[in-house]
């Protein structure tokens, strides 16, 4: 076990990491993984810093400017009007957004279609219904739904 594993780190960076969030509109447990995971793989070519707490709170910041990186860069596209006539659901979702959901990779197929057909679940929810690990969910949409959108982009890039 590394010293980088050790519990006693965490509220080192989490209450940053949990406040960066909440104010900027983030995930904090998608966050405090992301430090995780750039932590583990600097410990993985160097040796933990002399001063760990330091250290983790300025990843933090790293891993949270980071993150805030994607949500600047894009614009978002406004959806067209939906149907009146047709019921919520399945039916009022582009065609082609459903079409390219099967095509996608790994776990991505099913953690999207859950998301489309019941928006409201909760991360532990999804956690059940697709087996994958409450603590992946949030990177795990995000790589996905970036497939999604190079996919709705260039279609032909598919097969």
Not at 100 to 118: E, S
């Given at each position: 076990m590394t010293a980088l594993a050790d519990t006693r780190l965490r509220p080192a960076f989490a209450p940053l990491a949990a406040a960066l969030a909440r104010a900027h509109g983030l995930d904090a447990e998608d966050l405090e993984q992301a430090v995780w995971l750039r932590a583990l793989e600097h410990t993985a070519r160097a040796p933990l810093p002399t001063e760990p707490v330091g250290w983790l709170r300025s990843l933090t910041v790293r891993e949270f400017h980071r993150a805030l990186a994607p949500a600047r860069a894009e614009i978002p596209t406004p959806l067209p009007p939906r149907p009146t006539a047709?019921?919520?659901?399945?039916?009022?979702?582009?065609?082609?957004?459903?079409?390219?959901?099967?095509?996608?990779?790994?776990?991505?197929?099913?953690?999207?279609?859950?998301?489309?057909?019941?928006?409201?679940?909760?991360?532990?929810?999804?956690?059940?219904?697709?087996?994958?690990p409450r603590g992946s969910i949030g990177p795990t949409r995000s790589r996905c739904l970036a497939c999604l959108r190079r996919l709705l982009r260039h279609p032909a890039a598919s097969g």
């Open positions: 047709a019921p919520p659901g399945r039916s009022d979702l582009p065609t082609a957004l459903r079409a390219a959901v099967p095509l996608l990779p790994a776990r991505c197929p099913a953690l999207l279609t859950a998301l489309l057909d019941r928006p409201g679940l909760t991360y532990t929810q999804l956690a059940a219904e697709t087996g994958i």
